[in-house]
Structure formats: C-alpha cells, structure tokens
C-alpha cells in the first residue's frame, strides 16, 4: 500500500506498508516506511527515509 502526502508545494511524503513472509520460516513482517521527497526547479534535490516511520508528527518539516 502506498500513500502520498503533499507536505508543502516542494516536498512530498511517501508511505509504504511492507507484509512480508519467509518462505521457509513462515515469520511475518509488517512495518511502515517513509520517503520525504524534496524538488528544487521541478529536480529531485533530495530523498529522506524514514523506516518504521510512526507518523508525520515525527518528521521535521520546517521549511528548508
């Protein structure tokens, strides 16, 4: 599953729920991961990960 999230007009939050299974073991995974994209004159500038990302309220999305 993937969300998206406009942070302001040159940032963009992606959200990623990741469910997993071992083939042999049969364990599961689930966690959620996040990409804080950041674009200068319409260019990718930068790309942030967050992984086990608990929410945007645990981000620093000041403006840069």
């Not at 990623?16 to 994209?37: F, I």
Request: hydrophobic share 35%.
């Amino acid at each position: 599953r993937l969300d998206e999230v406009e942070v302001d007009e040159d940032r963009l939050l992606t959200v990623h729920r990741l469910r997993a299974r071992g083939r042999l073991s049969g364990v599961q995974l689930e966690r959620t991961d996040a990409q804080l994209w950041t674009f200068r004159g319409g260019l990718l500038a930068r790309m942030d990960y967050y992984p086990d990302f608990r929410g945007v309220e645990s981000l620093d999305t000041r403006p840069l």
